[in-house]
């Protein structure tokens, strides 16, 4: 019943790179705005990225910009979070989640379906 999935984490050394994935078969996220969250053991969950239903407005947080970057292919029904130059602080587990609206936020309140998570892990 979980209407996203998130693939791609894993272990990475420090500077470098993964790509993650999010996948629905419940919709059509094209229709949808996708957003990444991650939360570290004892942290709050944190916004990391967020793309558009339209493809026309996107959000990074301060700590991964210029390095991470968030994109759609519609053919395939994917969102993917390309990372790179990563850093220990990365260190989490990220989710991806999506709203039937336009814009993006980092609120995790205004998301209403979520993935199960998928691990990262940088370190040397």
């Known amino acids: 019943q979980v209407p996203l999935v998130e693939s791609g984490g894993g272990l990475v050394q420090p500077g470098g790179s993964l790509r993650l994935s999010c996948s629905s078969f419940?919709?059509?996220?094209?229709?949808?705005?996708i957003g990444w969250f991650r939360q570290a053991p004892g942290k709050e969950r944190e916004g990391v990225s967020c793309?558009?239903?339209?493809?026309?407005?996107?959000m990074y947080a301060d700590s991964v910009k210029g390095r991470f970057t968030i994109s759609r292919d519609n053919a395939k029904n994917t969102v993917y979070l390309q990372m790179d130059s990563l850093k220990p602080e990365a260190t989490a587990v990220y989710y991806c989640?999506?709203?039937?609206?336009?814009?993006?936020?980092?609120?995790?309140?205004?998301?209403?379906?979520w993935g199960q998570g998928t691990q990262v892990t940088v370190s040397s």
């Open positions: 419940g919709f059509r996220l094209e229709y949808y705005v």
């Open positions: 989640a999506a709203d039937f609206r336009s814009y993006c936020s980092d609120a995790d309140g205004d998301f209403e379906f």
């Open positions: 793309i558009s239903s339209r493809d026309s407005s996107l």
